[in-house]
T-cell receptor, first 115, second 112 residues
Framework: GQNIDQPTEMTATEGAIVQINCTYQ??????LFWYQQHAGEAPTFLSY????GLEEKGRFSSFLSRSKGYSYLLLKELQMKDSASYLC????????????????FGTGTRLQVTL | DSGVTQTPKHLITATGQRVTLRCSPR?????VYWYQQSLDQGLQFLIH???????AKGNILERFSAQQFPDLHSELNLSSLELGDSALYFC???????????FGPGTRLTVL
């Protein structure tokens, strides 16, 4: 099975930088995804890491260390609209399923951006 | 707009009833995933279909079933509904670049 841990809530100030951590335990690791979800809305894809290192995409960056089972999402120049839940999700390839894959989501980190 | 469509947007029904949720994946996507998200809960994977075949099952209750049709749309059937089944139900289809999932707007099910 898989186990994914994220902080439940975080608060940060507009214009600041915030780092949201995610730790995971899984077998057959095949990628880690970050999604943003505003309340009552669908999750939207932010970033993907499958190799160790940092992936940068505008104000958002994501880091992965496979040996440590650890990832973080870094949000820079925070804006009020960044107030949302951030979901860490791990993909595995269960044996015997060919190209089938499954995403397991953490419970999400609710980020509140304040003035 | 992710390109994934779901109907209906809202559904209110009574305990013991049966409902059908519908999902159409993005044009060209063969996979459909179903998720349940209860209040303050994470996304719980229910089931995955690929080109009409069931490929993976999560913690899906026996009262729930799904299928994917030749035109690739999918339906999730929920029967003998209980109060605890009230949740947002999302479907998603998979992009080809890195396999990221694109989510539909969801169906909010309320069981009274």
């Amino acid at each position: 099975g898989q186990n994914i841990d994220q902080p439940t809530e975080m608060t940060a100030t507009e214009g600041a930088i915030v780092q949201i951590n995610c730790t995971y335990q899984t077998s057959g690791f095949n990628g880690l995804f970050w999604y943003q979800q505003h309340a009552g809305e669908a999750p939207t894809f932010l970033s993907y890491n499958v190799l160790d290192g940092l992936e940068e995409k505008g104000r958002f960056s994501s880091f992965l260390s496979r040996s440590k089972g650890y990832s973080y999402l870094l949000l820079k120049e925070l804006q009020m609209k960044d107030s949302a839940s951030y979901l860490c999700a791990v993909r595995d390839l269960p044996p015997g399923t060919g190209t089938a894959s499954k995403l397991t989501f953490g419970t999400g980190t609710r980020l509140q951006v304040t003035l | 707009d992710s390109g994934v469509t779901q109907t209906p947007k809202h559904l209110i029904t009574a305990t013991g009833q049966r409902v059908t949720l519908r999902c159409s994946p993005r044009s060209g996507d063969l996979s459909v995933y179903w998720y349940q998200q209860s209040l303050d809960q994470g996304l719980q994977f229910l089931i995955h279909y690929y080109n009409g075949e069931e490929r993976a099952k999560g913690n899906i209750l026996e009262r729930f079933s799904a299928q994917q049709f030749p035109d690739l749309h999918s339906e999730l059937n929920l029967s003998s509904l209980e109060l605890g089944d009230s949740a947002l139900y999302f479907c998603a289809s998979t992009g080809l670049a890195v396999g990221e999932q694109f989510f539909g707007p969801g169906t909010r099910l309320t069981v009274l």
